[in-house]
């Protein structure tokens, strides 16, 4: 069987990889997950490092508006930090673009992440949701809309590989479409075999990060559960980083 198992995956030679899961809206996680990483690499610093964001920082949790600002800050002021693009901002685009498309960021969690920007939208009548949409382009930044639409779908360190929610088996890694990797779920979740890098992703929530011959989801349901996630990455040395709203330690180092 070609591919590559996890056991063997390696990362860059002197390079520590951080890939943190689903958000949804838990700033107050985020924050003490960079903290932490901050705190870890100040205590045992390697030659490069890289933090990846795997996409849904918005819905369901309450400070979507606050998450946007936070990644995209960290990505603006160092290049080392990544962002990629999950299902969940596609829709808010969509919604952004089109009220048309108010079902699915209703159904989403969109409420939620109108009221961190202070729009409560009224989705059962439509003049409600027609007033409601019109506030949150108003309230939105241009800032934050820059962000949203230059996010990557992907990234490639050593033997990984890194999106939202997977890919299409049997597809060329360069090959795959924007829409598998924030959407797919079924073909990708059920394939046994290996894939060329191991597949790190999130979108599809679990109670406990899973770590398979092929892949890793380092969705842990943050905005429901409290535990934030991250596989943490330093050359052949693999592990789970967690954070939680229950935690007792709050480090205070500066965010990387």
């Avoid at 992440?113 to 009548?125: R, W």
């Amino acid at each position: 069987m070609t591919g590559v198992h996890f056991q063997d995956a390696e990362g860059p030679d002197g390079m520590r990889i951080h890939a943190i899961g689903d958000v949804h809206g838990r700033l107050d996680l985020l924050e003490r997950m960079h903290a932490r990483i901050a705190a870890e690499l100040a205590q045992n610093p390697p030659r490069e490092w890289r933090i990846i964001h795997l996409g849904d920082y918005v819905d369901r949790g309450p400070d979507s508006a606050g998450v946007i600002e936070f990644v995209a800050a960290r990505t603006r002021e160092n290049p080392r930090v990544l962002a990629l693009a999950g299902n969940h901002e596609t829709k808010f685009l969509a919604f952004l673009a089109s009220i048309e498309q108010w079902q699915q960021f209703a159904d989403f969690g969109g409420r939620e992440t109108a009221l961190s920007y202070g729009v409560d939208i009224g989705f059962s009548t439509l003049a409600g949701l027609r007033e409601g949409h019109e506030k949150l382009k108003r309230a939105v930044p241009e800032s934050h809309m820059s962000f949203l639409n230059g996010l990557g779908y992907s990234a490639a360190f050593g033997d990984f590989f890194f999106c939202h929610a997977g890919i299409r088996p049997g597809v060329p890694l360069d090959e795959q479409s924007t829409h598998d990797l924030t959407w797919i779920r079924g073909e990708f979740l059920n394939h046994p075999g290996l894939h060329p890098k191991v597949i790190v992703h999130g979108h599809t929530p679990h109670e406990e990060p899973e770590v398979l011959a092929n892949r890793v989801n380092v969705d842990t349901r943050a905005y429901a559960s409290g535990v934030l996630t991250a596989l943490v990455i330093d050359g052949g040395q693999k592990r789970i980083l967690q954070v939680s709203d229950r935690d007792q330690w709050a480090p205070s180092a500066p965010t990387p």
